[in-house]
């Protein structure tokens, strides 16, 4: 069996102290050791870098790839949502090649840029393009919608048909897919209540929650912008009954705020929501760069990471954001919380974020036992000296030439 170790000026595992001049060995793919000041035999020599494992990004719509720099900005989600289906409508031009090269492109950059595992949302279930060894793997989040469904249990059942085929372990080893709802303004609380009966995992439930003002106002008013699109739209349900409540306690009472459950945006929460989600042991998934190009407001990053509850990272989509490079989202998030500390953030990027997938046992951190999917990035000379400072340059800006994936053989 083949053993290499490499070592660097930082080691940071994650789940322990960063390591100046450490070194990590690995065997068959896996983290045999991890230590500091001389390796145990020879070692490759990355010098002047850190090394820390690969990133999650924990919420991302590969499929909406092709559509980059075709929904511009807006000032309001329903703004944003127009211009996204009516793009949707026409089609990529050059057809559905379009789209799997968009798609090809996209996971080559998420792979480049340190990514080692993503949540990956789809409606149509195109299949990503295998990319060889390299690729990101996958956690698939097949979304149903539909707000005045004939037969939620049929659609339920349909749809885990469809996940179960695609993605069985001939056509798909390794990668996890569930059946969920895209929104509380967008998914019939029948259809909500049916996905979170039949939930079985592996993978977590997931659900785009709070992100709006007009997803507030639509839950506890029964009017705005969504009712009117969703009425323009033909699919407005008559007999829905307005829940009077904020979107946490609404999932709640359907039954979907379970362990686990991702829940994605989360702008427009309240204390008390937060403390709710942290009870439910729910995860929130933050992508504050989407939230902005959208128009839905700004996240309260801080006031994740004080009320305690577990925050992952999502780049969300191309058609949201300039790039699937979790190096920019985290530096959205220090523009934004200054006061956190940088490495409670880079733990919601690798730890947190494959936890929250449900592979917290083969990524998230540098340990003996897990996929030795490493990521290194370079320093600069005039980095300084302490672990703070390693870790405050990889949350302010890291430019994607730094980062390089470390290719061990896995043999």
């Given at each position: ?25 690995v ?13 145990p ?9 850190v090394?820390?494992?690969g ?5 991302t ?31 990529p031009?050059a ?23 993503v ?82 995992g ?34 407005w ?11 946490v306690?609404y ?66 989509s ?38 929250a ?27 300084g ?27």
């Amino acid at each position: 069996m083949s053993v290499t170790t490499v070592r660097a000026r930082w080691v940071l595992p994650i789940d322990g102290r960063p390591i100046r001049d450490g070194w990590v060995t690995v065997a068959a793919g896996r983290v045999q050791a991890v230590g500091g000041g001389r390796p145990p035999g020879a070692a490759k020599d990355l010098g002047d870098a850190v090394l820390l494992p690969g990133l999650v990004n924990a919420h991302t719509h590969l499929e909406l790839s092709w559509m980059a720099g075709r929904v511009p900005p807006a000032s309001s989600l329903e703004e944003w949502i127009r211009e996204l289906l009516r793009v949707r409508r026409l089609g990529p031009p050059a057809g559905e090649a379009e789209v799997t090269d968009a798609m090809t492109r996209a996971v080559t950059g998420v792979d480049a840029t340190g990514t080692v595992l993503v949540g990956d949302v789809s409606n149509t279930l195109v299949p990503v393009p295998t990319l060889g060894q390299g690729r990101p793997t996958r956690v698939v989040f097949h979304e149903v919608l539909g707000f005045d469904p004939v037969d939620p249990v049929a659609i339920v059942r349909e749809a885990r048909k469809r996940g179960r085929e695609t993605f069985s372990s001939k056509k798909a080893p390794g990668v996890l897919f569930s059946v969920v709802g895209h929104a509380p303004y967008s998914t019939a609380p029948a259809l909500l209540a049916e996905i979170a009966a039949r939930h079985e995992g592996p993978a977590p439930l997931s659900i785009h929650l709070a992100e709006s003002v007009e997803e507030i106002e639509f839950l506890h008013k029964g009017r705005g912008p969504l009712k009117t699109m969703l009425k323009r739209l033909g699919v407005w349900n008559g007999t829905w009954q307005v829940p009077r409540c904020g979107p946490v306690e609404y999932l709640h009472r359907l039954g979907y705020l379970q362990p686990g459950t991702l829940l994605v945006h989360c702008v427009h929460v309240t204390v008390r929501d937060l403390e709710q989600i942290r009870e439910a042991e729910a995860v929130v998934v933050t992508c504050p760069r989407s939230n902005t190009w959208v128009g839905a407001g700004v996240p309260p990053i801080a006031r994740f990471y004080g009320t305690g509850v577990p925050v992952a990272i999502g780049t969300d989509s191309l058609a949201s954001t300039d790039s699937l490079n979790m190096f920019d989202e985290l530096a959205a998030l220090r523009r934004l919380a200054p006061e956190v500390d940088a490495a409670r953030m880079l733990d919601s990027a690798t730890r947190v974020g494959a936890e929250a997938l449900g592979l917290g046992l083969r990524f998230g951190t540098i340990s003996p036992g897990r996929e030795a999917r490493l990521v290194s990035v370079a320093l600069p000379t005039n980095i300084g000296a302490s672990a703070e400072d390693v870790e405050e340059y990889l949350v302010s800006g890291v430019h994607a030439d730094a980062v390089a994936r470390l290719d061990i053989p896995f043999h």
